[in-house]
């Protein structure tokens, strides 16, 4: 049984960071793309950073040079550090384990139950 297990959301100023940390079994971590996603109320659920099982990393333009994703292959461990935090940012943010097809994108396949970031002053 797959479990992905996010922690360290929360409430914290614009400008502010969080790290978001999501604990994983029942996959095998180290040959299993990640990725985080995230969704806002009313919008649709946006893919915002995703590591490939050799390191390589991908993410959206309106989190490029604030959020930086990595993976501890020994722990089962995919980070999520978020800086300079804004109100946009605000979203459920979801861990998840997926593959990246030939053509080089991200399909997901297995989510994490969520966890509540809010950027408020």
């Known amino acids: 049984q797959v479990q992905l297990v996010e922690s360290g959301g929360g409430l914290v100023q614009p400008g502010g960071s969080l790290r978001l940390s999501c604990a994983a079994s029942?996959?095998?971590?180290?040959?299993?793309?990640m990725g985080w996603y995230r969704q806002a109320p009313g919008k649709q659920r946006e893919l915002v950073a995703t590591?490939?099982?050799?390191?390589?990393?991908n993410y959206v333009d309106s989190v490029q040079g604030r959020f930086t994703i990595s993976r501890d292959n020994t722990q089962n461990t995919l980070t999520l550090q978020m800086n300079s935090l804004q109100p946009d940012d605000t979203a459920v943010y979801y861990c998840n384990a997926g593959l990246i097809s030939r053509d080089g994108s991200y399909s997901s396949r297995y989510w994490g139950q969520g966890t509540q970031v809010t950027v408020s002053a």
């Open positions: 590591i490939t099982p050799g390191g390589r990393t």
């Open positions: 029942g996959i095998i971590f180290k040959f299993s793309a």
